[in-house]
């Protein structure tokens, strides 16, 4: 009963809940979590705008590399272990424009060297 009004509100509860609709809930809770997290430490990030995918190239650029491998929709969990770091390997052994053409082992490697 609401103290203000004195009327019994009425909520319509469903007997089952969607597993997608479990995880979409779940997704949203963890990524407040997140941003709150990042608020605290004071880390700035990106904001990539829904529906535009350019202002995230980077991304955009692995996932169609990925989808070279694995075209949309494969579930992954038919591939073993082995497929996945394969392809692990092979994307990372890749030079990369943005890396001066180095790939990202040796990048972080002269990142590393410099910083000592």
């Known amino acids: 009963m609401d103290e203000g009004s004195r009327e019994c509100l009425a909520i319509d509860v ?3 809940i ?4 479990v995880i979409e809930v779940l997704a949203s ?3 407040y979590a997140v941003q709150g997290w990042l608020r605290e430490e004071k880390i700035e990030t990106a904001y990539i705008e829904p529906g535009k995918p350019w202002q995230n190239g980077t991304n955009e650029n692995t996932n169609g590399l990925l989808r070279q491998y694995f075209p949309k929709g494969t579930d992954l969990t038919k591939h073993t272990r082995d497929d996945l770091d394969a392809v692990a390997a092979a994307l990372n052994s890749r030079p990369r424009k943005t890396l001066n053409w180095k ?3 040796e990048a972080l490697e ?3 060297r410099s910083s000592q």
């Open 14 to 16: 469903a007997g089952s």
């Open 18 to 21: 969607r597993s997608r609709r």
């Open 29 to 31: 809770l963890v990524a």
């Open 103 to 105: 790939t990202p082992a």
């Open 110 to 112: 002269d990142h590393l």
